[in-house]
């Protein structure tokens, strides 16, 4: 079935480094994928999204693109700040038909950035 | 200000005390859904209701009711709790409109079943 891997944490980085989070994914088809954060004691929010091979999501300086070739989703950033602390989730969505839309959650990388 | 709002954010209740978790969104969106999070599990969907009186199940449903009577909210049901039911639990709703696909979440329940 379908199913998204994703690094597993916790990562631990200086501030200003550069961060990749690696997700990849199992799929009958060409699912939208996403980008979740997590910031500590909150709920998950959406950080970026693809919808079609090659396209680049990105936000607040996270970048990530849709390869379809290699069925991969990978989150960047060049240098991240302590304020990027909390759980990222990767998560493909699928149209199981009509608007009836299946996301599947990874299991969440912690990310700790110290000053 | 958009959002959805789960009630009680923290509580600890012994095992077979029935409980309910609210949930309530009020963007009218038509799809809702509940999910558990679990150290090294990430997240799990429980239930999810894709409109009014539409409720199905997700990947871990043992345990949980759920109901979805008006638009607005969709309760999720512990009829008798288990210590393996505590987990901290999210809500989530989308709308159906093309291209807005996106899930806005709850800031989540912590439940401790002693």
């Known amino acids: 079935g379908d199913s998204v891997t994703q690094m597993e944490g916790p990562v631990t980085l200086s501030e200003e480094a550069f961060l990749t989070i690696n997700c990849t994914y199992t799929?009958?088809?060409?699912?939208?994928l996403f980008w979740y954060v997590q910031y500590p004691g909150e709920g998950l929010q959406l950080l970026l999204k693809a919808t079609k091979a090659d396209d680049k999501g990105s936000n607040k300086g996270f970048e990530a693109t849709y390869r379809k070739e290699t069925t991969s989703f990978h989150l960047e950033k060049g240098s991240v700040q302590v304020s990027d602390s909390a759980v990222y989730f990767c998560a493909p969505q699928w149209n199981s038909g009509g608007s009836n839309y299946k996301l599947t959650f990874g299991k969440g990388t912690l990310l700790t950035v110290n000053p | 200000e958009a959002q959805v709002t789960q009630n009680p954010r923290y509580l600890i209740t012994v095992t077979g005390k029935k409980l309910t978790v609210t949930c309530s969104q009020n963007?009218?969106?038509?799809?809702m859904s509940w999910y558990r999070q679990d150290p090294g599990l990430g997240l799990r969907q429980i239930y999810y209701s894709m409109n009014v009186e539409v409720t199905d199940k997700g990947d871990v449903p043992e345990g949980y009711k759920v109901s979805r009577k008006e638009k607005r909210n969709f309760p999720l049901i512990l009829e008798s709790p288990s210590p393996n039911q505590t987990s901290l639990y999210f809500c989530?709703?989308?709308?159906?409109?093309?291209?807005?696909?996106?899930?806005?979440f709850g800031a989540g329940s912590r439940l401790t079943v002693l």
């Open positions: 989530a709703s989308r709308s159906d409109r093309p291209g807005a696909n996106v899930l806005t």
């Open positions: 799929a009958t088809g060409y699912p939208s």
């Open positions: 963007m009218n969106h038509e799809y």
